[in-house]
């Protein structure tokens, strides 16, 4: 008896020697960014303060959008499913956590004696601590934690989406109402452009292919007219999407300001992006969640160790019931070691070591792919911020040209004709101007949502 005892307390002190050299080392994720922005604007043309990733949409100030991204956060769906994700994933985690903690229970159990002649009732405690031993602990909260970790960057990218579209179609749906009342303006302009031509027509002062071209600039300016609607009816339906409500929001339906961006910088660091960009920070936990798989299956390898003990009271239901109870307690050692599966564990090593070898390229590929996101997300904010200021340049012309056409005509020196014409080339210059003040405020939600907003910070174990 003393033999076997010190037979497994050898095998134990071995199993506890070797548990000191089993571990499964996290991944050096060295990621090959650039220095800095090729595509952010030269320190020489850097303006304004750079936008807060955490409340960006606050650079258009304007209070409508602020009140509806408040109320998309407090009401979307997709981000309150993320919430209840994220306590699932919690409490996942606590649990993973008392795995390797003292477990006491209480049981009760009848039970007859072989001969059938005495029934016992049994009433005892089990108590059992499995030893977190062989990096067994450190896989089970490596995987516990990408899971819970994994659950929160997933809010954050939820409130990232949200926030983008709110904006964007906030975005949209005034530019598409600009829109409309420009082309309104446009049609009537071109229909007084058409009357003119008639009556110059009459008077010998025109040609028939005059009057036909105004005729036909008016059924362009028509057709081009309903375009904005259904642009209109888009953006609304998405909103109700994102605010969760079945009803239209009746403070969007009333045209209103389109949305002014004002001059911005974009100046963060590449290094940054590793922090910020949800698509990084799941692959970074992905091959956090690897590890901890690959450093279970290892564990699987060596022995199971642990304490155990039990205390038990049988009493006799039936039969002798001379004898009084006893509680009889027991304790000790709880080795459990694997011996042939016909290498099934190794073979679970081996495809945990192939996942995890592809978490870490999956990590890599997510970085170039987010770089090469906000290259080109900075790259075209830079062409249609240019293009919004030549925009706004050639309407600025456009209206000293009008004005010099209405002093004309009060002087004498042009016809309404000439009036109406610049009318026209000012509102078209309105126009333009108008969509690229929207492509320029969309291409700067394309820059945030590819920067990916403010996340909280990783634990790696």
């Given at each position: 008896?003393?033999a076997r005892?010190?037979?497994?307390l050898?095998?134990a002190?071995?199993s506890?020697l070797?548990?000191?050299?089993v ?8 990621a090959?960014l ?6 952010a604007?030269?320190e020489?043309a ?6 807060n ?5 606050k650079?258009f ?6 009140a509806l ?8 769906l ?5 919430q209840?994700?994220?306590?699932a994933?919690?409490?996942r ?5 008392t795995?390797?903690?003292p477990?006491?229970s209480?049981?009760?159990f009848s ?7 005495t029934?016992?009732y ?23 934690a990408?899971d819970a970790?994994t659950?929160a960057t997933?809010i954050?990218a ?6 983008a579209?709110?904006?964007r179609n906030?975005?949209d749906?005034?530019?598409a109402?600009?829109?409309a009342?420009?082309?309104?303006r446009?049609v009537?302009?071109?229909?007084n ?6 009556v110059r027509l009459r ?5 028939r ?8 600039e ?8 309903a375009?904005?609607a259904?642009?209109?009816?888009q953006?609304q339906?998405a909103?109700d999407?994102?605010l969760?409500?079945?009803q ?14 004002r001059?911005?910088q ?7 992006l590793?922090r910020?960009r949800?698509?990084?920070r ?7 969640n690897a590890?901890g ?7 699987d390898?060596w022995?199971?160790?642990g304490?155990g ?6 009493t006799?239901?039936?039969?002798d ?10 304790a000790?050692?709880?080795?459990d070691?694997?011996l042939f599966?016909?290498g099934?564990r190794?073979d679970?090593?081996?495809a945990?070591d192939a996942q995890?070898?592809a978490?870490v390229l999956g990590y ?5 792919e987010?770089?090469?996101?906000a290259?080109?997300?900075?790259a075209q ?6 293009r919004?200021?030549?925009?706004h340049a050639q309407?600025a012309?456009?209206?000293?040209a009008?004005a010099?056409a209405?002093?004309?005509r009060?002087?004498?020196l042009?016809?309404k004709?000439?009036?109406v014409?610049?009318?026209?080339a000012q509102?078209q210059?309105q126009?333009q101007?108008?969509?690229?003040q929207?492509d320029?405020?969309?291409?700067f939600i394309?820059v945030y949502k590819s920067l990916g907003g403010?996340l909280p910070?990783?634990?790696m174990?």
């Open positions: 008896m003393i005892t010190r037979i497994l050898a095998a002190a071995c506890l070797g548990a000191c050299a571990s499964t080392p996290l991944p050096d994720l060295h090959d650039p220095a800095h922005w090729h595509n604007p030269p020489s850097k303006l304004g303060p750079q936008p990733l955490d409340s960006w949409w650079t100030d304007d209070a409508q959008l602020d991204i408040q109320r998309a956060l407090a009401q979307n997709t981000l309150q499913q993320a209840l994700r994220m306590r994933a919690r409490a985690e606590h649990l993973a956590g795995q390797f903690a477990q006491l209480f049981r009760t039970q007859p004696d072989p001969a059938a002649t029934s016992y049994e009433v005892g405690f089990d108590a059992l601590w499995e030893l977190p031993l062989f990096g067994r602990g450190a896989g089970t909260a490596r995987v516990a990408a970790q659950a997933q954050s939820a409130r990232v989406s949200i926030t579209e709110v904006a906030y975005v749906l005034r530019a109402q600009a829109r009342a420009q082309f309104d446009i009537e302009l071109r229909r452009a058409l009357e003119l031509a008639q008077l010998k002062l025109a040609s292919d005059d009057v036909d071209k105004a005729a036909g008016l059924v362009q300016a028509q057709a081009d007219a375009e904005p259904a642009a209109i009816a953006a339906q909103l999407v994102l969760a409500q079945a239209p929001d009746a403070s969007l339906q009333a045209p209103g300001p389109q949305p002014s961006l001059d911005v974009f100046t963060q660091a590449p290094a940054d590793l910020t949800p698509e990084i799941v692959a970074e936990l992905e091959v956090l590890t798989e690959l450093g279970i299956a290892r564990a390898l022995p199971k160790l304490l003990g039990t205390l038990i009271s049988a006799r239901v039936n039969g019931l001379d004898h009084p109870n006893k509680a009889v307690p027991s000790g050692p709880i080795i070691i694997p599966d016909w099934a190794r679970t090593v081996t945990r995890l070898q978490a890599r590929q997510a970085v170039l987010g770089v090469a996101e290259e080109s997300a900075l904010w830079q062409r249609d911020h240019a919004a200021a030549a925009a309407l012309l456009a209206n000293d009008k010099r209405d002093t004309l009060h002087i004498g042009a016809d004709s000439d009036a014409q610049s009318s026209i509102a210059a126009l101007a108008s969509v690229a929207r320029a405020a969309i291409a394309a403010a910070p990783l634990v174990q």
